[in-house]
């Protein structure tokens, strides 16, 4: 379905000129991106009919053309309402289970908007159920995860509940962190965008519902299963990373050699100075491009040879995710399940 970008763009470019935190971000050349084309492509409905008139026909028939059933619950409870994407693409086979992901948003972002993020449009393509709490991130999201859980299964949405995982952005990617922690034996993995790492801090106190946790109790990061997990954002945004928690994210991981960290920005790596982390050989990075721009991605490894541990870096993106950030996110959790007896991760192979 061929749509005009003309609303999503007269209201959000703006909005996306502004988006950068470095010194180096070019907003109109970001603006008149490929990138940007796609992400005003995106934002057409959102910008068209709003949270006001978010039941719209027009809206369900727009994911329908996507190979997508939507519904949305507790429409009309702005703390707790969520929509859910259902694949419909008979190619899945109607006896089809399909993966979960929760999709987090951002502060002050409504279920409309993140919708545009990507991963509800990825999923009709791939197979998979994506949820999309509004939850106001900091305050319920704890509670939310099980509640929307039972709801599901109540009305039988066909899940893998082996393949459970969280994404999310700016604050969704501090939500993902805490409820990744929260119930590490549920998700198979994590992907927080936007948002750099949140490690351990002594004063931390117990993962609960009333506030996103800004650090860990040790005690958190010890109890917790071995969680896959990929952090990503732009390179005018979130990256490189500005934290040495990163070495708390990469050991729960199970991979090896947590680095000390240094920004590496004098490095001769592109892809360590986009990215902020060492790795210990050129093997580890790589660059791969999408939709005009260069992604850097840095990975570590297991005692298997398994990364369980990725970074992803876009250059030149400000605060804002990139369209084709939810395909390579998607590439690493996918490859991730989770034993529900005995809380082990669990490799599926490669998609590569």
């Not at 939850?135 to 709801?151: C, F, G, H, M, S």
């Not at 030149?316 to 590439?331: F, N, Q, R, T, Y």
Request: aromatic share 14%; glycine share 10%; hydrophobic share 40%.
């Amino acid at each position: 379905m061929e749509l005009p970008s003309e609303p999503g763009r007269s209201v959000f470019a703006g909005y996306l000129r502004g988006a950068g935190r470095t010194a180096d971000y070019d907003a109109e050349a970001f603006v008149r991106s490929e990138a940007a084309e796609l992400i005003f492509r995106d934002l057409y409905y959102y910008a068209t009919y709003g949270l006001s008139d978010q039941e719209n026909p027009a809206i369900f028939a727009y994911w329908q053309s996507q190979g997508l059933e939507k519904k949305i619950y507790d429409a009309h409870d702005r703390d707790r309402m969520w929509s859910v994407f259902l694949p419909t693409d008979e190619q899945f086979g109607e006896d089809a289970v399909f993966p979960l992901v929760f999709c987090l948003h951002g502060n002050n972002n409504n279920i409309l908007l993140t919708e545009t993020y990507g991963f509800a449009r990825l999923g009709g393509k791939e197979g998979f159920i994506t949820v999309v709490p509004w939850a106001k991130n900091d305050d319920i999201i704890v509670d939310e995860i099980p509640r929307i859980l039972e709801t599901l299964r109540g009305e039988g949405y066909p899940i893998d509940e082996s393949r459970i995982y969280v994404t999310g952005f700016s604050k969704g990617g501090l939500a993902a962190q805490t409820v990744a922690l929260a119930y590490s034996d549920l998700f198979a993995a994590v992907a927080p965008g936007g948002f750099n790492p949140i490690g351990i801090t002594e004063d931390a106190g117990p993962i609960q519902s009333g506030t996103l946790n800004w650090g860990f109790s040790a005690e958190t990061f010890e109890r917790a299963h071995t969680m896959p997990a990929i952090f990503y954002g732009g390179s005018c945004d979130s990256m490189p990373m500005q934290t040495s928690a990163v070495n708390e994210w990469i050991s729960l991981a199970g991979a090896n050699a947590p680095v000390k960290y240094d920004g590496t920005l004098d490095s001769e790596n592109t892809a360590e100075r986009f990215i902020g982390l060492a790795f210990q050989t050129k093997g580890q990075t790589e660059i791969q491009q999408y939709d005009g721009q260069n992604y850097y991605i840095g990975s570590y490894y297991n005692d298997e040879g398994i990364c369980t541990f990725r970074a992803v870096s876009v250059e030149g993106a400000p605060h804002w995710l990139m369209p084709s950030e939810a395909k390579v996110v998607w590439e690493f959790l996918s490859q991730f399940a989770r034993d529900r007896e005995t809380g082990a991760s669990i490799f599926l192979g490669s998609s590569d």
